[in-house]
């Protein structure tokens, strides 16, 4: 016998309406490329996204078609989160840190059919404009007056022109929920970067698993502020979660550094905010550097990399801000698992509680997880067994864009790359990886593509290239390598090899000559002891 109960979609565009019914007057704060401040409320959010909506479809945007962006975190960004996934396009959110040859594949894997982009993104727009080959429309995300003067550019359009365009008497389509929302490339595997495709029904579920106490625990009375950008995995869904909640949004567009951030959270009382470790290390630099405190702010969520004691102690002991230490994926929209305590921990002493919550945590409900031994048998939850761990759930994918990558579930699980421990509480540890990427500042490196580019110098033999822990950035990529017998080769000419062939920040921060890599059984190198052997190599000679 079935349910009886209506089949409404969970559609993205029903949280801002929500948002604009009941929490009309509540603000949207956004500091702007322009270098001002911009406030409005979801009231005039939903007004525009849906003017916006209409301006797109005027213009023959079509249902399934995919919509770039290049910008950081803002109320137009917003916006187009609205107006292009509501309207039953695909909002494919491109990292502008990549190498704009990068930038340009990926817009061409996805098909882009428009491009907006903030002003800052301008230099990367103007070299990849005759690259881009679907793209109809480059949009600057400005006004008329501070359109920028670039007659090279084909098909350049003002976003505030194109939504003048546009009627907020526009009205939702209502379409299956399970129809494609966003679209956000991961470099964290092998190979080209992969398209992780989310539906509304995914985004949906995930939003309400976010808001949970016991995960970012959001609600109305929240001043939300994401740090981490909108082109991450949906800023961790905190653009839903917020008109979900009708939370307050302060953005701080590109000012990312400590000292703006601080002004930020206490100009506008942030309550929460959320963001990778590197950025909030900027920031605890400067509240300790001003002796500055946290008036408004009660907790933040770290992740995307680990968290270490001495952060969340930080927080917590010095400036009473609770930590929500969190792990997850852009497969996983990204939450998996948060770190927040069970009664029986509020009692434990400092430094047991500590140890608890540099955990990556214990998984909201949704998700499902366990970890394997390399034949594939579940591992015992006892905090010692290691194992790669493993994930199933309503909102983690099921493959990647257009098949690339193949099959990857494995028996209707979704294996991570990370290696973790899962103790008999339920609370997950990341402790290795076995995925060939490094994590600098919360975003991917490859080192298979590090290991070519050295490997085409022709004094090389062979190239090894691993993740080395670095104070500031968490980890920086670290070549060894052999050189022909009898090269000259040094580490400068080495490194200068690398130059415009990859983003700057990609460039291996170290060169250790050896005699011999070691090779497993299969011929493979093994990276394990080399980090073993090396790991540390940043931290005790060079880090500044
Ligand atoms: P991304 O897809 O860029 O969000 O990266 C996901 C990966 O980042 C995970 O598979 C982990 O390897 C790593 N990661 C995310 N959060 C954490 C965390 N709290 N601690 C350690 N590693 C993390």
Request: with cysteine; glycine share 8%; aromatic share 8%.
């Amino acid at each position: 016998m079935l349910g009886q109960m209506m089949h409404r979609p969970l559609l993205i565009s029903s949280l801002l309406t929500h948002a604009e019914r009941h929490h009309g007057e509540q603000e949207v704060v956004s500091r702007r490329v322009e270098g001002d401040t911009h406030r409005y409320t979801y009231r005039d959010m939903a007004a525009r996204a849906r003017q916006m909506a209409d301006a797109l479809a005027a213009r023959g945007l079509g249902f399934g078609d995919r919509v770039a962006t290049l910008a950081w975190n803002g109320y137009r960004h917003m916006e187009l989160y609205y107006a292009v996934s509501g309207s039953g396009a695909v909002l494919h959110t491109i990292n502008p840190r990549l190498h704009p040859d990068q930038v340009a594949w990926i817009a061409n894997h996805a098909e882009d059919q428009i491009l907006f982009f903030d002003l800052t993104f301008l230099p990367i727009i103007e070299q990849i404009a005759r690259q881009a080959l679907t793209v109809r429309a480059f949009v600057a995300m400005t006004d008329r007056e501070n359109m920028p003067n670039a007659p090279h550019i084909p098909k350049l359009l003002c976003y505030e022109d194109l939504i003048a365009e546009g009627s907020d008497a526009f009205d939702w389509p209502e379409f299956d929920e399970n129809t494609a929302a966003a679209l956000c490339y991961t470099s964290g595997t092998t190979g080209n970067p992969k398209g992780v495709l989310y539906s509304h029904r995914s985004s949906i579920l995930h939003s309400y698993a976010a808001a949970l106490p016991d995960a970012m625990n959001c609600s109305a009375c929240d001043t939300i502020l994401p740090v981490v950008p909108m082109f991450h995995v949906n800023a961790w869904g905190l653009p839903y979660v917020a008109c979900m909640v009708g939370a307050k949004l302060v953005f701080p567009g590109p000012w990312l550094d400590g000292k703006s951030l601080h002004e930020l959270l206490e100009a506008e009382r942030v309550t929460l905010s959320a963001g990778v470790p590197t950025v909030w290390q900027g920031l605890l630099a400067h509240v300790e550097a001003t002796g500055s405190r946290f008036s408004s702010m009660s907790r933040t969520v770290i992740g995307g990399s680990a968290c270490a004691p001495a952060m969340i102690k930080a927080f917590q002991d010095r400036y009473g801000v609770s930590v929500l230490h969190a792990w997850g994926m852009t497969e996983m929209s990204p939450l998996g698992t948060v770190c927040a305590l069970k009664p029986v921990h509020k009692e434990l002493h400092d430094t047991a509680r500590l140890a608890l919550q540099a955990k990556q945590g214990r998984v909201v409900f949704g998700i499902d997880m366990k970890i394997v031994d390399e034949d594939g048998q579940a591992l015992p939850h006892d905090g010692k067994s290691s194992g790669e761990l493993m994930v199933r759930g309503p909102w983690i994918t099921s493959g990647y864009f257009k098949g690339e990558g193949g099959d990857v579930l494995v028996d209707g699980w979704f294996p991570t790359g990370d290696i973790s421990t899962i103790d008999a509480d339920g609370f997950m540890q990341i402790t290795d990886r076995n995925k060939d990427v490094i994590k600098s500042g919360g975003e991917w490196i490859g080192s298979i593509e590090l290991e070519n580019i050295a490997m085409s110098h022709p004094d090389i033999e062979l190239a090894a290239c691993v993740a080395a822990r670095h104070p500031k950035w968490d980890e920086r990529p670290l070549l060894i390598v052999v050189k022909k017998t009898g090269a000259e080769l040094t580490e400068a000419e080495l490194l200068d090899h690398f130059r415009g062939k990859v983003a700057r920040w990609w460039t291996p921060d170290g060169v250790i000559f050896v005699d011999k890599i070691p090779l497993g059984a299969t011929g493979k190198v093994q990276k394990n002891k080399l980090r073993e052997a090396f790991g540390n190599h940043l931290i005790s000679h060079k880090a500044g």
